[in-house]
C-alpha cells in the first residue's frame, strides 16, 4: 500500500469575530475545527458538504493561504506549520490549487504564457531557453493551442480560462493539487470535459487530488474516497463506493437523496428528513452539530459530541460520526 502524500491532523481554523470601535474579540467563527485525513499517493479524496461547511477553508489552509489556528498538516513526511517562510516557499512547488473562478484568478495584465511559465520562474523548473516549450507542451496537455500562449485571459471562454488554471498549477510539477470546486462555474456541458481532463492527468502525471466539490456525480466519478463535512467537521469518510452505496450518517444520507435522477419515469422520492438551515457556526450547538436538523436525533446527541470512528459491521476504512450509526445502518 503507498504511503500518504498527504496527513491532516486536528486542523483548525477559527476566525475572529469583533465587536465595537476597538475591535474587541467576542468570540470566533469555528470555520474548521478538528478535522483529520490522509490521501496516498497517486488517490482523490473528494470533500463535500454544504456551503459554508468549510470545504474550502480547508483546502486553502492545507497549502498555508491561511494560516491555520491549530493542527498538523504534513506532505510527504514534512510538517509544513513548521517550514520558515523560505522553506515554505520551495515547498509550494510541490503544491498546487485549482480555483473555483478561472477569470478572478488569472492576471488580466498577462498574457496566457507569462502566467504559465511564472511558476516555472519562481521554482527554477527546467532550463530557461526550454521554458517557453514546456509552456506549450502544458497548453497543448489541456486541450488548447501553443498559440494561445500569446493571449490574454478575457480571449477565452470560461471553460478555456479553467483549462489555463489547470496548466498553470501544473508548470511546478505538482504532487499535490487541490482543486477547489474547479467546474461549480463552468456550463454543464463544460463540466464533464474539465473532470475528464483531471482524471487523465492523474493517470498521467500521477497526480494526488483534493478535489472539492457540490456535484456529487462528478465526485463519484473521480474520487477513490470521499469525506462530508458539517459545519466544519468531517461526519463522514470512505471509499467511495461504500460511502454512496452504504452511507452511515444521517446527513450522508440527506445529501445522496438530494441528488435529482434523470430519469422521467421514476417515481419522486419522498423529501429528504433534514430540514431548516445550517445554525451559525460562531455559535455551534453543543453535541453533534447535525442534532438540530437530524430526524434521529436523541437525548445524548445533544449532549456529547460523537467521535469520527469505525462502526462495527461497515466496510474497511469507513468511519463515521454519529452515536446511532449501528443502528442505522441496519435500516
Not at 311 to 319: D, H, L, S, T, Y
Request: hydrophobic letters at 40%; charged letters at 25%.
Amino acid at each position: 500500500m503507498t504511503a500518504p502524500l498527504l496527513e491532516v491532523s486536528d486542523l483548525r481554523v477559527h476566525f475572529p469575530v469583533t465587536r465595537g470601535a476597538w475591535r474587541r474579540s467576542v468570540g470566533a467563527v469555528r470555520a474548521v475545527d478538528g478535522v483529520s485525513f490522509e490521501i496516498r499517493a497517486g488517490r482523490t479524496l473528494g470533500l463535500v458538504g454544504e456551503s459554508g461547511s468549510g470545504k474550502s477553508t480547508t483546502g486553502r489552509a492545507i497549502l498555508r493561504l491561511l494560516r491555520p489556528t491549530g493542527g498538523r498538516v504534513r506532505l510527504a513526511g514534512t510538517d509544513l506549520g513548521a517550514l520558515s517562510a523560505a522553506e515554505l516557499r520551495r515547498a509550494r512547488q510541490h503544491m498546487q490549487m485549482i480555483f473555483q473562478d478561472p477569470y478572478a484568478s488569472l492576471n488580466p495584465r498577462l498574457t496566457v504564457g507569462a502566467m504559465i511559465r511564472e511558476p516555472m520562474d519562481l521554482h527554477g523548473v527546467g532550463e530557461r531557453a526550454e521554458r517557453p516549450r514546456r509552456v506549450a507542451e502544458l497548453l497543448e496537455r489541456v486541450g488548447l493551442r501553443a498559440e494561445h500562449a500569446r493571449r490574454h485571459p478575457h480571449e477565452f471562454s470560461g471553460g478555456q480560462r479553467q483549462r489555463i488554471g489547470i496548466a498553470r498549477a501544473l508548470a511546478s510539477g505538482p504532487r499535490l493539487i487541490v482543486a477547489d470546486e474547479p467546474i461549480s462555474s463552468l456550463d454543464v456541458s463544460i463540466q464533464a470535459q474539465i473532470v475528464n481532463l483531471l482524471a487523465d492527468l492523474k493517470e498521467a502525471l500521477g497526480l494526488t487530488y483534493l478535489f472539492i466539490a457540490h456535484d456529487l456525480s462528478m465526485v463519484r466519478y473521480l474520487s477513490d474516497r470521499v469525506a462530508v463535512m458539517y459545519l466544519g467537521r468531517l461526519v463522514e469518510i470512505g471509499d467511495v463506493g461504500d460511502v454512496f452505496e452504504r452511507p452511515l450518517h444521517p446527513y450522508t444520507r440527506a445529501l445522496l437523496a438530494s441528488v435529482p435522477v434523470p430519469d422521467p419515469d421514476r417515481p419522486i422520492p419522498p423529501e429528504a428528513p433534514v430540514r431548516g438551515e445550517p445554525p451559525d457556526p460562531a455559535e455551534p450547538p453543543a453535541g453533534c452539530r447535525f442534532h438540530t436538523r437530524c430526524p434521529f436525533a436523541e437525548e445524548r446527541c445533544r449532549i456529547r459530541a460523537p467521535e469520527l470512528a469505525a462502526v462495527e459491521g461497515a466496510a474497511p476504512g469507513q468511519a463515521v460520526a454519529c452515536h446511532r450509526a449501528e443502528e442505522l445502518r441496519a435500516c
